[in-house]
């Protein structure tokens, strides 16, 4: 029910750093799951970072320490920060809200997408 859209991907050379934005048109504080997929082409989507309401989070091993998620339920506004970039990086990054309810997932709400490249 809620509308996603990323920004802030770009071409950065490895080693740097980039910071997306998931702006939401609603309340993500009710938003239980939100997430950071991304696929890179010709691979499969993988899920990089989950933030639920809690604050918790989790990361795919093939990005810990390198990036970090957090939300801002004032501005309903989820971020991914990534530090360390490697050409490996490289694929179209995908915001994701999954409300659950009663530890089953309502709906799942996409935003188009912002590409990141990674270059060496």
């Known amino acids: 029910q809620v509308q996603l859209v990323e920004s802030g991907g770009g071409l950065v050379q490895a080693g740097g750093s980039l910071r997306l934005s998931c702006a939401a048109s609603?309340?993500?504080?009710?938003?239980?799951?939100m997430n950071w997929y991304r696929q890179a082409p010709g691979k499969q989507r993988e899920l990089v970072a989950t933030?639920?309401?809690?604050?918790?989070?989790n990361y795919a091993d093939s990005v810990k320490g390198r990036f970090t998620i957090s939300r801002d339920n004032a501005k309903n506004t989820v971020f991914l920060q990534m530090n360390s970039l490697k050409p490996e990086d490289t694929a179209v990054y995908y915001c994701?809200?999954?409300?659950?309810?009663?530890?089953?997932?309502?709906?799942?709400?996409w935003g188009q997408g912002t590409q990141v490249t990674v270059s060496s």
């Open positions: 994701n809200a999954r409300p659950f309810m009663n530890w089953t997932p309502w709906y799942d709400a």
């Open positions: 609603g309340t993500i504080s009710s938003i239980n799951v």
């Open positions: 933030i639920i309401s809690s604050g918790s989070t």
